[in-house]
């Protein structure tokens, strides 16, 4: 039987993005560079601060 890393290793070789896997825990940080050679960066956090500055400048010019 595949382990999660093992099939989630896979994924990322088709194709599919993997943040979600470390997000639910099947897979950790260092899995990750591990398996994608780059730092995992929480796109809840990194993302949502730059949306709602885009909104706000968008907003603002409107």
Do not use: H, R
Not at 1 to 28: A, H, R
């Amino acid at each position: 039987m595949m382990s999660e890393f093992d099939f989630v290793k896979q994924l990322y070789l088709w194709g599919s993005p993997i943040d979600c896997y470390v997000q639910y825990n099947w897979i950790t940080n260092d899995q990750y560079k591990e398996i994608t050679g780059k730092d995992y960066v929480d796109a809840s956090t990194s993302t949502s601060a730059g949306a709602s500055e885009s909104t706000s400048t968008d907003a603002s010019q409107a």
